[in-house]
């Protein structure tokens, strides 16, 4: 990728939550086949705008239109008396894939992570998206050995 095709990153504003929203919507049908509420993932888009605390928005985008994001969130790790930064949200749109759009979100998100002193990044992958699990190996991150379980209250 020329410095001509790079990505424009920038942080989400109240502006791209109806974007935000609509790429979570559509990842959640890709990946996991499941259709959300298109309002409650906008109010969720929204809570995290409206409260950094809970985590942020990094945004990928060529001219005005907005080819990819991430959202970030931090679990606090008493092993390690530090944060880990979970990448989560991840969605590029289709025609923008196999440009280097996730891989210059993911080195800027871990670029600012390190400068915060965060101990690591984590995020969460479906079994069966072998593709995704290739890119991220291929930045440098390795299965951990985990699973994660949940218990779901909606």
């Avoid at 504003?13 to 559509?26: G, K, L």
């Avoid at 080819?67 to 008396?81: A, H």
């Amino acid at each position: 990728m020329t410095s001509a095709d790079a990505p424009v990153l920038r942080a989400a504003s109240p502006a791209d939550v109806e974007t935000i929203a609509q790429f979570n919507c559509a990842m959640a049908l890709e990946t996991e086949h499941k259709r959300l509420d298109p309002s409650c993932v906008r109010n969720g888009v929204q809570a995290v705008i409206d409260q950094p605390a809970r985590g942020f928005y990094l945004l990928a985008e060529r001219g005005v239109e907005v080819l990819g994001g991430l959202m970030v969130t931090f679990e606090w790790s008493d092993w390690r008396n530090a944060d880990f930064w979970w990448i989560q949200s991840v969605y590029v749109r289709p025609q923008a894939r196999r440009q280097g759009i996730y891989a210059a979100l993911y080195r800027e998100i871990e670029a600012r992570a390190r400068t915060a002193g965060a101990c690591g990044l984590r995020l969460y992958v479906e079994n069966d998206n072998h593709n995704a699990m290739a890119t991220y190996v291929r930045l440098g991150m390795a299965d951990a050995h985990y699973r994660v379980m949940e218990q779901n209250f909606s």
